[in-house]
């Protein structure tokens, strides 16, 4: 048995955990209407412009991509990165106003693009790591953008050349063009292996070791390649061919271009897939998730009342964890949605009187038994989404946590009635527990409401 104590009156804060370090933070658990059910988070953003995107998420669950400034000397975007304990962080640029973050590796090097000093019209590829931002140079002087980096540090992005443009690689402090590249072309993916997607003269390819294969469209003349994962599949979307000519995406395999159709109307664009083949996306202006051969409407695994409208999906990692985009209260943001497993839980005392003096509300969560509960994170465990605990045992032997809440402070949010209450925390590894439990909760006058 391990045993958690907190210690020091400052720990013991009845606020969000994440308020320690960052106000900006808003958590929102949904209970979800479709198969799956995730905890979505609200990044928000650095400043006082309602607008952020998330672009890129690694395996550890950091999240890159930007957000708008405050007006005066610090307007413009600016790249940025989250994560579970320090919040959003500003990436800063390459000397001018503007920078945006499209890609992070595990190790947790950045790449995207800025603009420079004095130069706003002149844009570089960077990449952040160590807490500094670099620029990764040009093949020809002009723009460049990177997109992508591999678990290799290798970065995959585009230049602009006096007279087109051209995917580029970047490893090792250098950058060259791809070999057997021929017309204006555009990177967008890198996997581990070294293979690069994107598109060349409007058509996707897949270029490895020298070797450029075209993937081919839907039928139509154009098609566009937007990542690729570690067994070599590959998301985009194309022309279906007709006229009008709509794009749908799709899903290449083994030399076979799949369409994945799309939630309604005639457009759709993927542009993520992780190692399990799942695959992100926008489709009629929402965000999707495809698996098991099925498009689903994020916004399906949303409450009812939710105010979260999920635009598009730009990234899912090998946990299943999807960065995003969407309208909140009016105000575009950038989200992380995280898939939620749900726990056993057993609440005492489970009639609780407001007028009695005891000390201590004890939860007795039991983790399923594909997960281990010395896995979880002590830290993230929370009652109502804002109560720390006293005192938390993990009894491995069982797979149970027990959590002990101060009596005093959760008084302070009860109301007499039937109250549900909910406890929920993360393992090490990202992945969000919850666990429910009613009790009675007894007015001064020992009335039940």
Known sequence: MRTYKNRGKEELSPRKVFLLILTFLTFVVCPVRATSEYYIIDIRTLGEDPESKAFGINDR???VGYSGMVQGPEEGRRAFIWDSTNGIR???TLGGNHSEAYGINNAGQVVGRSTLLGREGDVRGFIWENGSMSDLGTLEGGWTEAHEINNSREVVGYSVLSSSVTAFLWKNGSMSNLESLIGNSHGYAINDAGQIVG??????FM???GITTLLGTLGGNRSYAWDINNNGQIVGSSGTGGYPSYFHAFFWENSTITDLGTLSGNWSEAYSIN???QIVGQSAGHAFLWENDTMTDLNEFLPIGSEWLLLEATAINNKGQIVGCG?????LHAFLMTPLIYADMDI??????LENKGRWVTCEISIPEDFNVANVNSASVRLQGEIQPDWIW???NQNVLMAKFNRSVLQEVLEPGEVELTVRGSFENGTYFQGSDTIKVIDKGHKEK
């Open 61 to 63: 669950g950091q999240v």
């Open 90 to 92: 500003s990436l800063g």
């Open 199 to 204: 598109y060349v003269n409007s058509v996707a």
């Open 207 to 209: 270029w490895e070791n």
């Open 275 to 277: 190692d399990t083949g």
């Open 327 to 331: 309208y909140i209260s009016g105000k």
């Open 348 to 353: 005492k005392p489970n009639a609780l009187n």
């Open 394 to 396: 993990f009894h491995e």
